[in-house]
Every structure is written in structure tokens, then in C-alpha cells.
DNA sequence: AATTTGTGAAACCAAAAAGTTGCACATATA
DNA sequence: TATATGTGCAACTTTTTGGTTTCACAAATT
């Protein structure tokens, strides 16, 4: 089972779930009222979050409040580093197009 | 069958074949040599990279041209920017707290 | 001490995904 | 025209995924 942060934000739920605790910590029973599936789905959503190190546990007495951890998106941002150098430049020959053809006028 | 991009972009095949034709269009021969899967699973992954309109295709004779559809990536750029957000203001947070700790010395 | 509450984990199931083999068909080339 | 080449598509198989149900267990509450 190779879990990567690519497959992790595959799952639309997850992707949600990333987006509700962004912000703050939310315990799964919290995090679970706001889909239809049950709590048991959200815990394993959250399972395969820990594993790929996107979210971390904090325990308060029985609750466990899960918290995501923004560096690892970073991890996506990096990958797409090569696409943006790639659309920046194509962004430039534009440009250049652009000026080229007001000389031109 | 709901194909989305960040779907597309989990399996690690596609984003090699991503990475492969962002410069430039190949066919999908000239792709599957680069893997260790048959020619007819690449062009599945390419059949699912067209269907989420992240490829096009270029027609040229009995040869088929694959392109990266290099805006379609912007779209994951601009999921991520909430999280960008966030990571930046902490980034502040910390810099206010290295400036704060400045002053009172 | 008995009960309720919050949680994870295992067993099971249906659907989807990723791969293979085999085929059809059009376009080149001999 | 006969053959080789480049490709997509359908059928089938195996693995993975996302979900549910059921259970165990510890921490709160009564």
C-alpha cells in the first residue's frame, strides 16, 4: 500500500476534509456531521491522511482532535513548479507577440 | 465514471506521462517506451487524460500526437491557493514573533 | 459500579481502476 | 495489391478503493 499525497487528495471527501480542518483542529465525530457516510468512512479517510503525513493527532482526554499538516501541501505546490516555469514562459511569448505587433502598428 | 483532474493525477504513470509531453507532443508509441507497461495501458491513461481535458490530440497521419494541455494544471494551482494562504500568514506570524522578540531586546 | 460517549480496527462487500490479450481498421510502404 | 505499422476499443482479470456493519476499549458521566 504506497500511499502518496497525490492519491490522498484523489478522494473528493478527503479533499473536503482537508478543507474543514485547514484552520482548526476537529475531532472525527465533528469532521464526520458534515458528509452523509458515517463516522467510520471519515476515521478511515483520516487514517489514510496520517499515513501520508497530511494531518497529525492531538488527544484531549478522549478526543482525538486532527489537525492538518500545511507544510506537506507544499509537497504538490513543488511538483507543480516545473508546469508554472513552463506556462510563465509561454505567458512571455505572448507578451513579447504582443509588443512586437504594437511596434509593428 | 467522474473524472476530475486531481484523479488524473494520482496515479504515478500519468503524472510521468504529464511530466513527459509538457515540452513537447509525442505519440503514444514513442510514450509507452519509456514505461515498463504494454502500449495499450499508456493509452488508457491517455484516454483518461483526454476525457479530464488535460491532453489534446494532433492528427498527423497515421500518427497521433499527444499534447499537455498545460492550462488545465492551473486548476490545481488554484485549489492549492487557499492552502497558500495559509501557509504564508503563519510565515508572517512567525516573522512578526522574530520581530517582536527583536524589539524587546 | 454501571452506562454513555468517542474512537480505532477488523471483516466483509460492491464498485472502480489498472492492467492484459485480442481484435479491428486506417494509413503507410513494399 | 499485399504487408507492415500506428492506433483505439472491447472483453476479461486482478487489485485497490470506499463504504458499511460489528466489535473492542478507554475515558467521561451517572
Redesign the interface.
Known amino acids: 500500500m504506497r500511499r502518496?499525497i497525490?492519491?490522498a487528495?484523489?478522494d473528493?471527501t478527503r479533499?473536503a476534509i482537508i478543507?474543514l480542518i485547514?484552520?482548526q483542529a476537529m475531532t472525527p465525530n465533528a469532521i464526520a456531521e458534515h458528509f452523509d457516510s458515517t463516522r467510520q468512512a471519515v476515521s478511515k479517510h483520516l487514517r489514510i491522511l496520517t499515513e501520508c503525513e497530511l494531518v497529525q493527532q492531538e488527544q484531549k482526554g478522549r478526543e482525538i482532535y486532527y489537525q492538518l499538516k500545511?507544510?506537506k501541501?507544499?509537497e504538490?505546490?513543488k511538483?507543480?513548479e516545473?508546469?508554472?516555469t513552463?506556462?510563465e514562459s509561454?505567458f512571455n511569448q505572448l507578451d513579447n507577440l504582443i509588443v512586437s505587433l504594437k511596434k509593428k502598428k
Request: hydrophobic share 55%; aromatic share 16%; no cysteine.
Open positions: 502518496d497525490f492519491q487528495i484523489a473528493p479533499r478543507t485547514a484552520l500545511i507544510e501541501m507544499k504538490i505546490d511538483w507543480l516545473q508546469f508554472r513552463i506556462w509561454r
